[in-house]
């Protein structure tokens, strides 16, 4: 549901306290919710932590689906959700007020946030590395002090040295690097972590971090694996990747990787060498542009989906990458018998 602005005022001058049940994936967690709150701030205020980000609707990261009652956002915003997912219930938490008393469901465990704390700490630059004419391998160590804890998927938070801005990347490095973090970052023609990447960034280097955020990870549903990556989505993939490289269940894991030009494309040794060792492993590369390298399709990772990725009913899809590719992938595994709740996504926006 979506209010004007005169309605969203209305109701949160009602001066009437709804509660809302927070069903994640392991258990419910109950907040009231004044008048004049969102779901989220009221969540904070009782501390219960949500997935959150940008706080300001654009992100998608805190979205939740109602199930019972009613939960409004306004109706004259530009949101991350399209009108057929706020039909079927879903809502931005950091938008959403509540109208009645109400539930919303999460995908992902509350454990998760209550096992991997957010730590703020001042990380070293350990080496700056060009993947290709756009990406940046940056690693960053952090101090012998620091207790950092993360769940493969997750992200942190940097600011951009000599600037108060702040941006959120994914690790590429996997859970057991807990002092040495690897983050593959596109590089734009303009943009403060862009700028500093290409003209300032050296070994040695201090970036302060927050993290660890985002509730995007591997499910515990048994079964094959379906991962589809576009640009530096790649990122969260590869830290994943060693997750299910280690795994007792030996199910078929298959990862589609684009870029929409060939000379975008990044990693593409370090995807065969794990694809040599992980026997239960496929990559399938793709590109835009018509490519000479071997290997490398024509099309993109949407393009190159098929009947046989999803044949078996127990495949669970991890989707990351720009909002439009992650909609046209979430469409078209529905349209091949994927049921949406195998679906997991991760969007990346540019600041």
């Not at 306290?17 to 709150?37: E, I, N, Q, R």
């Not at 590869?238 to 078929?252: D, G, V």
Request: aromatic fraction near 6%; charge should be negative; glycine fraction near 8%.
């Amino acid at each position: 549901m979506t209010l004007t602005p005169t309605e969203v005022v209305a109701a949160s001058e009602a001066g009437v306290v709804h509660t809302v049940d927070l069903t994640f994936a392991d258990g419910t967690k109950t907040v009231s919710v004044p008048a004049g709150s969102t779901v989220l701030e009221a969540a904070t205020a009782a501390g219960v932590r949500l997935v959150s980000q940008c706080t300001v609707g654009t992100c998608g990261t805190c979205v939740g689906k109602v199930v019972r009652g009613d939960l409004a956002m306004p109706q004259d915003r530009v949101f991350s959700l399209r009108q057929d997912e706020i039909r079927e219930g879903q809502r931005l938490l950091c938008q959403s007020v509540a109208c009645a008393d109400s539930e919303v469901e999460l995908d992902y465990p509350a454990s998760m946030l209550d096992e991997y704390p957010l730590v703020a700490a001042t990380a070293r630059v350990g080496a700056i590395t060009w993947l290709g004419e756009s990406v940046v391998e940056l690693v960053l160590k952090l101090p012998k002090s620091v207790r950092f804890a993360f769940r493969a998927g997750q992200y942190v938070r940097m600011q951009v040295p000599g600037t108060e801005e702040w941006r959120s990347y994914s690790m590429a490095s996997g859970e057991r690097d807990r002092k040495k973090l690897a983050f593959t970052i596109r590089v734009l023609p303009s943009g403060a972590m862009s700028d500093y990447l290409r003209n300032v960034a050296a070994v040695g280097d201090t970036i302060e971090i927050e993290g660890p955020s985002g509730g995007f990870g591997l499910s515990d549903e048994p079964g094959p694996t379906l991962m589809i990556a576009g640009g530096t989505g790649l990122a969260p993939m590869l830290s994943m990747l060693e997750n299910l490289q280690t795994a007792r269940e030996e199910h078929p894991i298959r990862l589609v990787f684009g870029c929409a030009r060939e000379a975008d494309l990044f990693h593409l040794d370090e995807l065969e060498a794990r694809r040599s060792f992980m026997r239960t492993l496929d990559v399938r590369v793709v590109s835009d542009e018509s490519t000479s390298i071997d290997g490398v399709l024509t099309g993109n990772p949407v393009s190159v989906l098929t009947e046989d990725d999803v044949r078996d009913p127990r495949t669970s899809a991890y989707l990351c990458g720009p909002p439009a590719m992650l909609a046209a992938a979430h469409d078209r595994l529905v349209e091949l018998g994927l049921p949406a709740e195998r679906i997991h996504a991760e969007q990346f926006l540019p600041s």
